[in-house]
């Protein structure tokens, strides 16, 4: 068996342990196809069962690619028929497995069923449906705004109607939990146009991965950017734990041993070693965001979406590009 299709067979065992409330001990994966290549024709209007929508995106897809040979033998079409039981379980477990915004057991509650029947054929914000450059174009012209002190005053009750009905932001943010750095004001954006996802040093886990496999693959989200920034506590902390072997308190330990890669990678031992590290480490969740993670890479591959890395400077509010 392939390596995708035992990576595909594990995500498949673990949304059913999620189901049955059995511990998932494995990075849970999906895969998922665009189906609309246009831009504001193309966009993706949720459906009235939020649960249907997932499988529709998820599932149906993947079922296609395995029976174009893409990861295997196909599903059998015909058992699917024979056992509908069988694809509604699959529905409710792929929405179990997003875990963003729907009830415990999968289904969508009758409030998110109320919101998306007010969906209109237009997303709610139409300017933020671009391609992947003019995404990293327009998200490195609001850095450039907000350092310059020119930053846009922002009114919510500009939007405020638009955002009831739903969103479609233009890009992701995979950044650090830290004070100093908010992706809202160093790009200088408002409400519904980033989709965040922060934790302290801006590393993977299965959560936040799930968290930008949706902003892709539900939200259309042609953009994802792995925001690091200088001096941050949890690098120096990675580095404190690998270089001086320091023991911390609690869950602490577990973030620095997911850094410590990193820190390994980086040989220097001078001043500049905690901002190298850093540096390596948002590189290092921008290669596995490329090339590990299956419904992202997938969607890199076709070049629907762009995943990079920067560096937020916190002297100047600057974001350099690194990756």
């Not at 949706?214 to 902390?237: D, F, Q, R």
């Not at 990678?265 to 850093?278: E, G, H, K, P, Y």
Request: glycine residues 8%.
């Amino acid at each position: 068996m392939c390596h995708r299709c035992d990576q595909i067979n594990k995500a498949k065992e673990n949304l059913i342990k999620s189901v049955r409330g059995e511990p998932d001990v494995t990075t849970s994966h999906s895969t998922g196809l665009s189906k609309n290549d246009s831009l504001v024709a193309g966009y993706v209007e949720p459906q009235v069962d939020l649960a249907t929508y997932i499988s529709t995106s998820y599932l149906e897809p993947f079922d296609k690619l395995r029976a174009n040979g893409g990861f295997g033998q196909p599903l059998s079409k015909q058992n699917s028929r024979q056992d509908p039981s069988k694809r509604s379980f699959l529905k409710l477990t792929a929405a179990s497995a997003i875990g963003l915004g729907f009830a415990g057991t999968g289904i969508a509650t009758a409030q998110e069923k109320k919101a998306a029947k007010t969906y209109s054929k237009a997303p709610p914000k139409p300017e933020n449906v671009l391609t992947p450059d003019q995404a990293l174009e327009r998200l490195m012209e609001g850095n450039e705004r907000y350092v310059a002190g020119k930053s846009i005053p922002l009114d919510f009750h500009d939007v405020q109607n638009s955002l009831v009905k739903g969103q479609n932001p233009y890009a992701t943010i995979l950044g650090c939990s830290d004070s100093r750095v908010s992706p809202e004001h160093c790009f200088d954006e408002a409400q519904g146009d980033l989709f965040v996802a922060r934790g302290a040093g801006n590393y993977l886990t299965n959560d936040n991965i799930a968290t930008l496999e949706y902003s892709v693959a539900v939200l259309n989200t042609p953009l994802i950017m792995v925001l690091g920034h200088e001096s941050c506590g949890a690098v120096k902390a990675a580095i404190d734990a690998v270089d001086h072997h320091k023991d911390f308190p609690g869950h602490i330990q577990l973030l620095a041993s997911a850094i410590a890669p990193a820190v390994r990678a980086v040989s220097d031992t001078s001043s500049s070693r905690l901002l190298n590290v850093t540096k390596k480490n948002v590189i290092m969740t921008v290669e596995r965001l490329r090339n590990k993670t299956p419904i992202l890479d997938y969607y890199h591959d076709q070049k629907k979406i762009r995943v990079v890395g920067g560096l937020y400077h916190l002297d100047t509010g600057k974001v350099e590009l690194i990756a």
